[in-house]
């Protein structure tokens, strides 16, 4: 199964950005649709940004839609998510994530993510 380790958090204010970046071991990652979720204290779990195995084809929640962009290099297994304008409602753990091999399509519900990274923390100031 492949292993998915988070990093690139960190403190930033409002208006700035940060490059998280997802690495991927034990599996080749270009198997993998995967996915950025977001989880703030006393909040769910929420989708922010897919992308397909290829990378041909994103997709972003409504709130970070224009701010933030997935991408992926399967030749180094690593995932990106580049987030700009960050704003304090931003605040959350951060977390990469992939579809078991045999799904293509990008889902929101984190349920159908399979395989998880530890998370990394991004904290917003205003």
């Known amino acids: 199964q492949v292993q998915l380790e988070e990093s690139g958090g960190g403190l930033v204010q409002a208006g700035g950005s940060l490059r998280l970046s997802c690495a991927a071991s034990?599996?080749?990652?270009?198997?993998?649709?995967m996915g950025w979720f977001r989880q703030a204290p006393g909040k769910e779990r929420e989708f922010v940004a897919g992308?397909?195995?290829?990378?041909?084809?994103?997709y972003y929640s409504d709130s970070v839609k224009g701010r933030f962009t997935i991408s992926r290099d399967n030749a180094k297994n690593t995932v990106y998510l580049q987030m700009n304008s960050l704003k304090p409602e931003d605040t959350a753990s951060y977390y990469c994530?992939?579809?078991?091999?045999?799904?293509?399509?990008?889902?929101?519900?984190?349920?159908?993510?399979?395989?998880w990274g530890q998370g990394t923390q991004v904290t917003v100031s205003s």
């Open positions: 034990g599996r080749t990652l270009s198997n993998y649709v």
């Open positions: 994530a992939a579809r078991n091999a045999m799904r293509t399509l990008v889902v929101v519900r984190d349920s159908n993510y399979d395989y």
């Open positions: 992308i397909t195995k290829s990378g041909t084809n994103t």
